[in-house]
């Protein structure tokens, strides 16, 4: 069983940077990781994955060049960092952990059977 907890969600302005934060515990083993979003009357989506180790990154086409997913396993934290933000980025911002352990990053949102409860971005225009 594991557990995640998202944090850092806030209100920004336009064109603003933020970092949201997942704090993962409750396995032993290392998982590949990712971040979706929830935008209301909208289905969740894919936003960033990151494999196990860190070494491989995938990014959604529709923030790909400004956003960055990245992890620190010696504090079991994965992060998503935001640059230039719209207000189309408004959305609820979900960490999942994969399915698999040892695996590479993914996007689907089948591949990911654990999830937080999320963190609320929104940005001002």
């Known amino acids: 069983q594991v557990h995640l907890v998202e944090s850092g969600g806030r209100l920004v302005q336009a064109g603003d940077s933020l970092r949201v934060s997942c704090a993962v515990s409750g396995r032993s083993s290392r998982y590949a990781m990712g971040w979706f979003r929830q935008a209301p009357g909208k289905e969740r989506e894919f936003v960033a994955g990151i494999n196990w180790s860190g070494s491989s990154t995938t990014i959604a086409d529709s923030v790909k060049g400004r956003f960055a997913i990245s992890r620190d396993n010696n504090k079991n934290e994965v992060y998503l960092q935001m640059h230039g933000l719209k207000p189309e980025d408004t959305a609820v911002y979900y960490c999942?952990?994969?399915?698999?352990?040892?695996?590479?990053?993914?996007?689907?949102?089948?591949?990911?059977?654990?999830w937080g409860r999320g963190t609320q971005v929104t940005v001002s225009s």
């Open positions: 999942a952990a994969a399915t698999d352990p040892y695996g590479p990053a993914v996007t689907g949102i089948l591949d990911y059977n654990s």
